[in-house]
């Protein structure tokens, strides 16, 4: 059984910079897709950006410029370095990856950016 769990949330200005960890119990190698998504209060989970095993990444439009996803297949932990935060960006982050048909979630860390 895979666990994913994140850290490095927490409160920032607008302006700042975090990063995102998501370390795996197990080796990510064979994870087809890993990706972060995030949800805010009253919204659907958005997708943020995902990462191939490829090494082939993709952003959402809002996040796009600011925010870089990056693997280290050696400790097995997925980042997510977020520069240029905005208040909109106010939301619990949440790991994913799969592999062939099997998902996994993390349990989320909070990411709150004040104005």
């Known amino acids: 059984q895979v666990q994913l769990v994140e850290s490095g949330g927490g409160l920032v200005q607008a302006g700042g910079s975090l990063r995102l960890s998501c370390a795996a119990s197990?080796?990510?190698?064979?994870?087809?897709?890993m990706s972060w998504y995030r949800q805010a209060p009253g919204k659907q989970r958005e997708l943020v950006a995902f990462i191939t095993s490829g090494g082939t990444t993709n952003y959402g439009d809002s996040v796009k410029g600011r925010f870089t996803i990056s693997r280290d297949n050696a400790k097995n932990t997925l980042y997510l370095q977020m520069n240029s935060l905005k208040p909109e960006d106010t939301a619990v982050y949440y790991c994913?990856?799969?592999?062939?048909?099997?998902?996994?979630w993390g349990q989320g860390t909070q990411v709150t950016v004040s104005s």
């Open positions: 994913f990856a799969r592999i062939t048909v099997s998902t996994y």
């Open positions: 197990g080796s990510i190698f064979s994870f087809n897709v």
